[in-house]
Every structure is written in C-alpha cells, then in structure tokens.
C-alpha cells in the first residue's frame, strides 16, 4: 500500500493524506538555519545545534505524536468554524490535502469549506530564517471573512534545559512585541545576544505571547481558545511559555488568491549593540528590521524560492544517470544524494528518532558522511574534514562526537572507540581523489583543539594509522577499546547496572578483546596511506604502510577466518564472537564486508564462500540481517548488542548502514546480479508499495528495518540520518555503476546485472563533464573504454588536458 507518490519530474514525494503510519518528515535549511517539518507541519526549528540553539519546542514520544510545528488556523468569521490547512494540530477532516516534500523546501495543499490553501515552508539560501508562504484562494460565490491564527511555541534555547529545568525555565521567558511581529529574547539580558522573531504579513489584527491565555484552561493546539473565539488575547509573555501568535485578518472576494507571509528567524546582535537605547534592556531591532520587511514581501520570497531550486539543481547535476531501473535513476538523481547532504549538515542530531539533544556531529559517522557528498560541495567537505581532524587526540585516537556550535570534543562519550581514525583517512582520500587539492594535507590541524598543539593534516592521517598499530592484541589484531562500527559490540564493558552507559562504563582499556572489523578498516585505509605517501613523494611511509597491511591482512587469514566466514572478534577472554562454534551470533555482516573490501580472500576463494554465507545465512527479502542467530539473552561479556531484542538494531535487525559493503564485496567479485538484487531489497524506492509495512518515508534509507526474528519483520525505523546513505550511495554510484574518481582520472568500471543493456551517466568531475553511454553486448563484467572514439587501455580515463570542458566515454559490456 502507498501513500503517495514520487513526482519525479519535480524532485518531489506527494503524500496524499495526512494519516501516514508514522509523520513522514522533511528538512529545510542546509547551512546555519535549520528545520525539521513533517507532512502535517510538525516539527521545529534550531540554529547551527539542535541542543544549544533551539528555537522552537518540540515534545518528543508525545501523544498524540507530532502536535508540536509550525502552524496555521483558519478561522471563518460568518460560521465561527475553523481548521488547520496542514491537518494538525485541528485534525479536521479535509476535502483535500498533499504535501509534497521537495528539495529543502515542503508544500501543503489543502481545501476546506471552499477556502483552498497553499503553504510552502522553505529556508531562503544564505539566511537564519524560514518563511510560510501562505496563498487563500476563495472557491465560494461570496466574499469570504477570514482569520487567519499563527501560531509556535519558542523553545529556551537549550533544548535539554527547556525540557528539564522548570523552576528556573518558568521565570525566565521574555519576549518584545512590535507592530507586526513578535520577538523572543528569554535569557537576552544576559549572555546571550541572540533571539528569535516571529512575523506576518498582512493586516494583523492580535497577537499572543503567552501560551496559557492563547490556549485557554484545559486546552490543547488543537482548540485554542482565542481560535475558538476568534480574539486574540494580545497577551504579553513574562515566564511560563512564550509563544508567538499573530493573528489576521483578510477579506478575500470569490476566486481571488491572497499571499500571507510568515516569518520566523534567529538574530545574533554585536555585543556591544545589543540593546536599544543602550543604557535599556530593549532589543535593538535596527539590523534585523531590513530583514523581516524583505522577506515578508513576496517578490524576495520568490526570488529566494527560485535561488533555492537552483542551487539545488547545480549539486545535483554533478551526477546524473539514467539506467532500466527507476528505482536506482531517482534514489541516486534525486534522494539519495539528499539524503546524503542532510546527513552531513546534522550527523546524528536531529530527526525524527534523534532529539537533537543526545548527540552532536559523530566521528565515524560524520567522515562516512562526507563520502556521500564530496562531490557536490567540496568546500564544505574540507573545512568538516580540519573539523573532525581537531577532535583528534595527539595519540591518534579520536574524540567520538562533537558539538556543532563550539566544536570541541564531547567529554561525556570521550573517546577509545577504536575504529573512529581511520574513517579520517578514508575520508581525506576520497575527498583528494574527488578534488586534487594536496594542499589540506599541509593545512595545521590542532589535536584536541589545543592552540599550540598543531600538525600537518597529513600527520593526523599518519596518527590514525598509528593508533590502531599501537593497539593490537593477542592475534596481532586490533583491539576493540569501547567498541568499533558496532556501538553496541562491548567486549570490555561487562556492565550489570542498569543506569550505566554500555559504552563508557567498566575496563576500556581492554588488552585482549580484538576486532577483525577494525582489521579490515585497517587495510582499507592503510591501501590509501600507500597511495598518498606514493604520490607525495614519501616511498619509505608508503613501503611501510604496505607492510603493515599485508602483515594485518596475514593476520586475518589466520586468525579472522572461520571456515566459511570472516570471524567478527575476540572477547575479553580470548574467545571468538562470530563463529560456527558460538551458540548464537555465528556470523556477523560486518567483517564480511569490510574484509573483502579490504581485498581478503579474493584470489583464493575464501571472499566469494563468506559472501555465499551471507546469502545463505543472513539475507532476508527486507536486507541483509547483522548477524545471526540472534541473541536471546543479556550477556555482560557482548555488552549492548544482547540488550535488544532479537529482530531489532543491532540484535540481527537489518542495520541497512551494512547492506552495502556487501553489495560492494559482490560487485568486486563481478556478482552484478546479486550486487543489484540486495541494493534494491532495502532502496527505499522499491520498498514504496510495502509503506504500510515499512512504515517509514519511501523517499529516503532508515538506520533499521526490523529483522526475522522481529515480529514487525520489515518495519523500519530511525528514518533520515545514517551511514546507510553515504555507503548506498557509493555502492550505486561507485561501485555497480562503477564510476569512481582516482588519482590518475575517472575510473569507469561497472558490475551490473546481466539483463542490463546498459546506461547512460553524466558525470561532473574537476571541472569536465563526463558524458558515458555504457552499453552490454554479452554478459559478463570485461570492460572496453572509448574516449572520443579511441579505445583506450583499463579501465581509468586519464585527465584531459586543461581547458577540455567535456568528454565522451562509450563503455562496451562484455
Ligand atoms: C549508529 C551510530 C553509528 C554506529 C551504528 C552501529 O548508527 O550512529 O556510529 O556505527 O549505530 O552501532
Ligand atoms: C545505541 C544504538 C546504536 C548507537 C549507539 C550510540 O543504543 O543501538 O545504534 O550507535 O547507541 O551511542
């Protein structure tokens, strides 16, 4: 069953009624500003972190879910009746609704009692506000008397405070009230020189700022008693909860369209203007006036919706592809790259399943991040690369996640998750091969973010390696520390008390515990310290990061094999996790992956029997499962993972962040045909006419779907931000399409399904246009290159020379 539709000629999802399974959302803002929206305007709004600079509040687990957003009542003043156009908070039945989530921007169309309604949310590019823009159009034959209520609830800033510290937070809200709009400015007459607006175009006819006398005694958003009413209370909010209400009015004739605009915005002042006169505690309103008079004209609007599409339309074109299979043509046109961009902007922070409170930018998550969007914003990408490198410890080892605000490494997590620098490398290399600028390794990078302390990003690099030699154990393998890609794998934790974090708590300094994983990793990212070291000229590192992963990967053939699969670990006492010998937890997805991507077991066959262990083992018709058996009880020794039960996360769910390595190792062994069927079994695309099973957005990857031994098998949860959009992308893109940036040009080297005649790709890449038209003459994976028409030896087509603006590349499959 659906619930809408792809309008993939527009880069939108249209959701045809307001009742999804769960509230299908969409994220607005891409630099400093963003929002969270969902398709019936829930939702809430922040500045650069979701913890430290909230501006609107949002209850999350509530019931009913999702009745905290941005939201418009309409109110007829001949009936008294009113309605949300948005669904929520009213929940009045509408004759019609669609939302269709866009790119960085959603629209709500909605008719009721003949009053048609538009409302497109968007984030203008370049600015710290979002704007509402409204359209009424009258379908009656008479004149319709109209008011229309806004309507946000101001958060206190920090998000964990605001939901928590209530005997201080109910005193502290403070608010301004000017002509057409209202401002936020609780805690201004301190430290903070920031605060929140809130206005409207239109004839404004009331206000309100405190949240008790626009709702009324007993009432919930859904029946406010000013909407009731039809009167504002013009109240002023001092303490308790600020909200910002405007209320207008409009007269709107018989098949007339009229155009409200609202805006809500963040404002730093320079400290030393902050107030109005200066001797007062008023907000000085002089640098943000221009602004809020701009936007609320509707030219700006359009002019800024229009910029929006565009720049949009830009990153896109970097990659375009157009093959048999619509699923794989608007994922990888369309959302994934999205997708992709969303998870760099918030890593783990804010969604729908992450409060925005828990977590800041993660270290591994944030570098797998990057290989989803390299491409299209490489500036970006190398100033988040310095960033992650400067949470880096002098020994190498990494802070695990940071605060977007301040950047300084979060304390309570620390560090000691073993595998997190060597995903450092991983993304300084690809983001070289993308671009070529060998400069940021010379940038200085501090460690910690200690002034004084700073070192070449090459040396961060030369540290990441560093840290995973000086750790190994018993077998020669690296030790685990507090756990590697699995968070929930805590071989040195062996926590029993229930309050106590399973990656922080007991020993982490583990001597023991080892994880072929990381061993993996290892390879992977010192294969990449061998190129780097080779092209800059330092042949002595480069021999030695060789040597150290050959001797890594002789250990893992020693001591990582297991017979017919890759082992996962060593525990703490030495024994194996992963094996056929384990009673439960046999085999586990990741060293499978990451291990025939490193290379292991190509020749001799041990990759291909590990990858038909998977199919055999682990995959499902909803991905491949992390591992299996489940666990079925709590042991102190696995640490998180046996806390789930079994289907869900990291307890045999499908961890879709996985599922693509091993798309990845079945492509390096020329499987196209298997490489395609797992990429589609969890491409959410595909998944669309299974939405009330799958329950989360069609439109983009979730963190889990449910696995076997769930019993909602196929659910999905944790929609939005997860490795699982980077990693998908670079299977498709790289790895099946077979279209991967290196040092010597543009490698061209695709596995695809057999039945495949072929595809076309345009591909942007240091300033050339690609044009590649592959075409199958038989199956099978050989590869034959012509480059205007001249065939070419391998598989890489070299650079061209300077001022070539496009290149034409046939590929014939045989
Ligand atoms: C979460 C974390 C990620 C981790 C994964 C597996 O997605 O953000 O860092 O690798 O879980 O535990
Ligand atoms: C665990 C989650 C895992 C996540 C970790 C982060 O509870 O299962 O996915 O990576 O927390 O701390």
Redesign the pocket.
Known sequence: MRYGYFDDEKREYVITRPDTPLPWINYLGKENYFALISNTAGGYSFYKDARLRRLTRYRYNDVPSDSNGRYIYIRDETSGRFWSPTWQPVRLYLDEFKCRHGLGYTTILSSKFDIKTQIRYFVPPGEDLEIWDLSLTNARPDTAHLHVFSAIEFALWNALEDATNFQRNLSIGEVEIEENFILHKTEYRERRDHFAYFACSGVIVGYDTQRGSFLGRDRGWENPIAVEEGASRNSFAQGWAPIGSLQASIHLEPNKTERLIVVLGYQQNPRDQKFDPPESQNVNKNLVKPTIENYLRPSTVDLAFDELCKEWDRSLQIFQVETPDEHTNRMVNTWNQYQCMVNFNLS?SASYFESGIS?GI?F??SNQDLLGVIHMIPERARERILDLAATQLEDGGAFHQYQPLTKQGNVEIGTNFNDDPLWLVLAASAYLKETRDWDVLDELVPFENIVGSEGPLYMHLQRSIDYTLERLGPHGLPLIGR?D?????NLNTFSTEPDESFQTAGITDGKVAESVFIAGLFILAAEEMVQIASIRGRGQEAKEYREAAQRMEAAVLKHGWDGEWFLRAYDHFGKKVGSHSCQEGQIFIEPQGVCIMAGIGLEKGSAQRALDSVGKRLATEHGILLHQPAYTSYQTRLGEITSYPPGY??NAGV?C?TNPWIMIAEALLGNGDRAMDYYLRINPSAREHLSEVHRCEPYVYA?MIAGRDAPTFGEAK?SW???TAAWNYVAITQWILGIRPTYQGLCISPVLPNDWPGFSVKRKFQGVTYHIEATRIRPGNEVRLRVEGDLLPGVIVPFPPQGTSDVNVEVTLL
């Open positions: 783990r977590r993660g591994r998550d756990a890609w699995n968070d929930c794998l996360k990291e961890f962040h963190q944790n931000l997860t490795g």
